[in-house]
């Protein structure tokens, strides 16, 4: 986690991880506590999730 303006751990940094599956077992229950208890980090959770939901739907000719 990050430590924003004020002292207050986010985890901004660390969501397109957590989206991806990109974590740790350790890492994602921290990253998912912390989304439970920060709508600031779940709101931003949720915009890089639509993202990585969207990454889906191409095949990797349409990704060069």
Request: proline share 5%.
């Amino acid at each position: 986690m990050t430590s924003e303006a004020g002292g207050d751990p986010h985890v901004r940094a660390q969501l397109g991880a957590y989206a991806l599956g990109g974590l740790t077992p350790d890492e994602d229950r921290l990253i998912a506590a912390h989304l439970d208890r920060c709508p600031r980090c779940a709101a931003d959770y949720a915009e890089v999730a639509d993202g990585a939901a969207l990454l889906a739907l191409f095949d990797e000719e349409d990704l060069r």
